[in-house]
T-cell receptor, first 115, second 112 residues
Framework: GAVVSQHPSWVICKSGTSVKIECRSL??????MFWYRQFPKQSLMLMAT?????????EQGVEKDKFLINHASLTLSTLTVTSAHPEDSSFYIC???????????FGSGTRLTVV | KQEVTQIPAALSVPEGENLVLNCSFT??????LQWFRQDPGKGLTSLLL?????REQTSGRLNASLDKSSGRSTLYIAASQPGDSATYLC???????????FGQGTELSVKP
């Protein structure tokens, strides 16, 4: 099946700095990718839908200027957490639709810790 | 509002037992439904995908059923093993290529 590669798997950054998370579709093109956030012991919360060549669509309550999404190619979407603060510490996961089998395939996630 | 609910929230069983995880959704006009497994600190692994026209899908010891009219899906795990311990998530898709709506998950623990 289709594979989505997400990097880094974990990152620790200082408060006030920015962090970029990459999500790549391997061996397939993804015109749309999805970014989720997950708090401990909770389910996934959709943050935004990333569209290749156009602006991302953000869910209600998600700050566009805080979470910058860029989908510059058919195989790469990036999420940049700008001016990170401890409350941004979380698990971030990306996903894309599997064109071969249908359904969705997910990246391995990124654990962000802001100190 | 389209919502997905999973019960129970947590389940602990002895090794070898057969078990059923439940998922219900409020809007029955689904496109498809997908079951995932998530190990602690990891991403999601797709287990089974059921299209709206299907009633069940099987993969090894796993069987997922879908009853659109009642807004329910079940994931049946046969002869459970300690390696099955994980959180199981049900997600509903209402449009091809659209976003998934997730349940809260069932945390399964299989004791040796």
């Amino acid at each position: 099946g289709a594979v989505v590669s997400q990097h880094p798997s974990w990152v620790i950054c200082k408060s006030g700095t920015s962090v970029k998370i990459e999500c790549r579709s391997l061996d397939f093109q993804a015109t749309t990718m999805f970014w989720y956030r997950q708090f401990p012991k909770q389910s996934l919360m959709l943050m935004a839908t990333s569209n290749e060549g156009s602006k991302a669509t953000y869910e209600q309550g998600v700050e566009k200027d805080k979470f910058l999404i860029n989908h510059a190619s058919l195989t790469l979407s990036t999420l940049t957490v700008t001016s990170a603060h401890p409350e941004d510490s979380s698990f971030y996961i990306c996903s894309a639709r599997d064109p071969g089998r249908g359904g969705y395939t997910f990246g391995s996630g990124t654990r962000l810790t802001v100190v | 509002k389209q919502e997905v609910t999973q019960i129970p929230a947590a389940l602990s069983v002895p090794e070898g037992e057969n078990l059923v995880l439940n998922c219900s959704f409020t809007d029955s006009a689904i496109y498809n439904l997908q079951w995932f497994r998530q190990d602690p600190g990891k991403g999601l692994t797709s287990l089974l995908l059921i299209q709206s026209s299907q009633r069940e899908q099987t993969s090894g010891r796993l069987n997922a059923s879908l009853d659109k009219s009642s807004g329910r899906s079940t994931l049946y795990i046969a002869a459970s093993q300690p390696g099955d311990s994980a959180t199981y998530l049900c997600a509903v898709n209402y449009n091809q290529g659209g976003k998934l709506i997730f349940g809260q998950g069932t945390e399964l623990s299989v004791k040796p």
